[in-house]
């Protein structure tokens, strides 16, 4: 019976403070989602009316985008159907409590400051985290974060991984009292006095306090006294060495770069902890009126999420153009050729989760490196009908490699939608 009682939804975390978007990206049961969704909104004591109200908008919205989205079974809903990506957003000056989940976190840190602390048997190792940043928080290891900002929120967008073989995935937590409701208040009384030999009384006192939610205000001093990186510095490495410090991704070279944009990339060869998951993460900052080049994945499904500016996708097979702008989330399946195309007013920023990363090649369509230059003559007469010195003709121009100037911005979008 008190089994389910310490476990709180993921929608708790996805929806604390206030939310601009969640996708979920998995099939599961919209009307309690909806209901934990909305809950979470009327139970944050900092909105005000309006926001609450925008917040269970919100909700709404996301449970008949999702649910429209099955329906058609759009390629939004065709991948791995338990990975879940999710946008995290804590106020200034918050301590997210503890908790742990029965999923793999992979974290880009989109947006502000924090510090995150994760806690082992024998140790703790606290990091300060910063826009740019990815890092993993295996299942199972109990984690707890702060904003130490002042003034911006801190933006996380987490590809969850549940370790389950069911799919579905939840976040735990034990410190903390009748919200978020400890998993320590699902045991009887006779169980925790036993546990801790101590009494109803005193533990009474402990697990009933806090309802104030997952995300809390905290004071200046507590933040400050957060703020600090400390791991144990394991000598000899191995087991305890750090295994967990984040990864800065906006600090490497880009795999390519050019006037018209610039990619980086982090696979399991830079950064260990992405290797059992199988996972990549890149960033494509894309300039004002351009367009990386149509390309596929050989091997790689592509979760992107647009975290500023505004453009749009276009996919093959089946045909799909879409408007992308802050917040939208694409799913893109291997071995679909697409382009993403930014505005002309703003650059393009997208952080993209490629799931089965492990010998995932880029096959581009243009640009110098374009797989059909590597196409034999007969063979390319054969398939075009054409001759080859009139197909050359078309994939040699383009002179840049990865990212190319975009076509301009006319009016011919206008009718477009999914076909
Ligand atoms: C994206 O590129 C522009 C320059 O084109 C730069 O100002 C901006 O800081 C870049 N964004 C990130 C997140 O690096």
């Not at 909806?34 to 909105?47: A, D, S, T, V």
């Not at 998951?277 to 009126?289: C, E």
């Not at 003559?377 to 080859?388: C, D, G, I, R, V």
Request: with cysteine; hydrophobic share 35%.
């Amino acid at each position: 019976m008190g089994l389910l009682k310490g476990k709180v939804s993921v929608i708790l975390l996805v929806f604390s403070l206030l939310v601009v978007l969640c996708a979920s990206l998995s099939v599961s049961k919209e009307d309690q989602q909806l209901r934990l969704c909305k809950e979470h909104c009327r139970q944050q004591r900092q909105l005000d009316s309006r926001q609450r109200h925008q917040c269970e908008t919100a909700c709404e919205e996301y449970i008949r985008e999702k649910e429209r989205r099955e329906q058609r079974d759009e390629p939004q809903s065709r991948h791995d159907p338990g990975k879940e990506v999710m946008i995290f957003e804590a106020n200034p000056q918050t301590f997210v409590v503890p908790n742990h989940w029965d999923a793999d976190v992979v974290l880009f840190v989109a947006q502000g400051e924090g510090t995150v602390s994760l806690v082992y048997t024998d140790r703790r190792e606290s990091f300060n985290i910063e826009r740019g940043h990815v890092m993993v928080i295996p299942a199972g290891v109990t984690a707890y974060l702060i904003n130490k900002g002042n003034n911006d929120k801190l933006i996380l967008v987490k590809l969850i991984n549940p370790v389950s073989n069911i799919g579905k995935f939840e976040s735990f937590f034990g410190p903390g009292g009748d919200n978020p409701e400890s998993y320590f208040n699902a045991f009887s009384s006779d169980i925790l006095e036993a546990a801790f030999k101590t009494s109803e009384d005193s533990l009474k006192r402990i697990f009933s306090q806090q309802r104030e939610g997952a995300i809390i205000r905290a004071s200046e001093e507590q933040i400050k006294a957060l703020t600090h990186e400390k791991g144990s510095h394991w000598p000899f490495g191995g087991k305890g060495s750090r295994d967990s410090a984040p990864f800065h991704l906006l600090r490497q070279n880009p795999r390519e770069s050019n006037d018209f944009g610039s990619l980086f990339e982090v696979d399991s060869n830079d950064y260990r902890q992405l290797r059992d998951l199988n996972v990549a993460v890149s960033f494509a900052n894309i300039t004002q009126g351009s367009m990386h080049t149509p390309y596929y994945n050989s091997r790689a499904t592509k979760i992107a999420v647009v975290l500023n500016g505004k453009g749009y996708f276009e996919m093959a097979c089946p045909h799909i153009n879409s408007e992308l702008r802050e917040g939208t989330v694409f799913v893109v399946p291997p071995s679909h050729p697409f382009v993403t195309v930014a505005s002309e007013d703003e650059n393009l920023e997208v952080i993209c989760f490629e799931i089965n990363a492990e010998n995932n090649h880029k096959f581009p369509l243009a640009g110098q490196r374009n797989i059909l230059k590597n196409i034999e003559k007969e063979a390319k007469e054969l398939a075009f009908a054409t001759s080859a010195e009139e197909v050359d003709e078309v994939f040699r121009n383009q002179e840049e490699e990865f990212f190319f100037k975009g076509p301009r911005q006319q009016e011919h979008r206008r009718g477009y939608s999914i076909i």
